[in-house]
């Protein structure tokens, strides 16, 4: 992807939440969550990374279960909304490039996903992603998934959801990424579990849980 086009992503991503064009955004902790996070037994205590977070709600849900929680979102505007939504006192400073806000036991971190370094990332012991691999278009998509595996050390688990869309329609986001598109991707570095397909929805659009467990170093 051009710098250019880039540009074009990241500008469109800030519009919808400027705007309230956020669709994505779901009002309830996502019941893939609920089903297969206890399931992975990622211990108590051990932080989770949420690229792209948004201000979802399954933050609130994995800070419930005793996991600090780091989130990492472009737009200001989404942190400040999930903030005030949220109980508790806010301590805001600044990390390098990064506006960063606490609640509780949730980090938001303002800024870049791709300009955030293992060396932010010492503590995290595993990830969830809802909407970061599908909001992103398919040349960037091999970039996120090479950065997420630096993140993450080994032995770490996560849980994705992908989305398919229906045949022919392929705008986004959140894009298409199909099972195949998943493996290709994620393989090198993590190993992948297909947990389930979800049933499709009146848009046509059908998800798609995964476990990763990050791969250790070769012998």
């Known amino acids: 992807m051009s710098e250019s086009e880039e540009s074009g992503v990241v500008n469109e991503w800030l519009t919808r939440w400027r ?12 019941p893939v969550l609920h089903r297969y996070w206890p399931c992975l037994g990622v211990p108590e205590g051990t932080k989770v990374l949420v ?12 800070a419930e279960r005793g996991h600090p929680v780091l989130g990492i979102e ?23 490039d990064f506006h960063v806000y606490r609640q509780g036991s949730i980090e938001l971190w303002g800024g870049d996903f791709f300009h955030f370094h293992i060396e932010q990332a ?10 970061a691999l599908i909001a992103l278009p398919e040349a ?8 997420l595996a630096q993140l993450i050390p080994p032995g770490a688990r996560g849980l994705l ?57 070769e012998v």
């Open 140 to 147: 960037t998509r091999q970039r996120y998934a090479f950065h």
């Open 51 to 62: 690229p792209l977070c948004g201000k979802s709600l399954d933050m609130r849900y994995l």
């Open 161 to 217: 959801i992908s989305l398919v869309r229906a045949p022919g329609d392929d705008r986004g986001p959140p894009y298409s990424v199909d099972a195949d598109e998943v493996r290709r991707l994620f393989t090198p570095n993590f190993e992948l579990t297909h947990l389930e397909d979800g049933e499709p929805e009146d848009n046509g659009w059908r998800e798609s849980a995964w476990s990763l467990v990050r791969r250790g170093p």
């Open 122 to 131: 010492a503590e995290i012991g595993a990830f969830y992603d809802r909407a």
């Open 74 to 96: 472009l737009s200001l505007e989404a942190i400040e909304q999930f903030t005030a939504e949220g109980q508790g006192e806010v301590s805001r400073y600044r990390q390098g």
């Open 19 to 30: 705007e309230g064009r956020i669709g994505f955004h779901r009002d309830a902790t996502h």
